[in-house]
């Protein structure tokens, strides 16, 4: 996962063609740490996003802009828009992960 770390850097990942995943996240958050454990196997069986990361904490205004009100919440961007928001308690289990994202297929 590669972590995005300024605002023009996320607005022209997310302004692109290809499906992306952000995840958003904290380090104080362990929440977060356990998706940390499980999300490995699941970015390589969804190969088809390219995956992201960025810290909550680093950027306050796009959380608000984009309604992540908690962590880690996975979000789908493609062409500048918003598809798809895994909010954080629905984003504790494998299971829950992978269901969000088969049902994105």
């Known amino acids: 996962m590669i972590e995005i770390t300024t605002v023009e850097q996320f607005n022209?990942?997310?302004s692109g063609d290809q499906k992306v995943i952000v995840k958003f996240f904290a380090g104080w958050c362990p929440d977060c740490t356990r998706m940390d454990m499980f999300i490995?196997?699941?970015v390589e069986e969804?190969?088809?996003?390219?995956w992201y990361s960025a810290n909550r904490d680093n950027f306050p205004e796009l959380a608000e802009?984009?309604?992540v009100m908690g962590i880690p919440?996975?979000?789908i961007f493609q062409n500048g828009e918003?598809?798809?928001h895994l909010?954080?308690?629905n984003a504790k289990s494998?299971?829950?992960?992978?269901?969000?994202?088969a049902a994105q297929s």
Do not use: G, R, W
């Open 73 to 75: 919440s996975l979000l």
């Open 87 to 89: 909010h954080s308690a």
């Open 12 to 14: 022209e990942i997310i």
């Open 82 to 84: 918003k598809l798809a």
């Open 40 to 42: 490995d196997p699941i």
């Open 94 to 101: 494998p299971e829950q992960v992978t269901d969000f994202l």
């Open 65 to 67: 802009k984009y309604q």
């Open 46 to 50: 969804y190969n088809q996003y390219v």
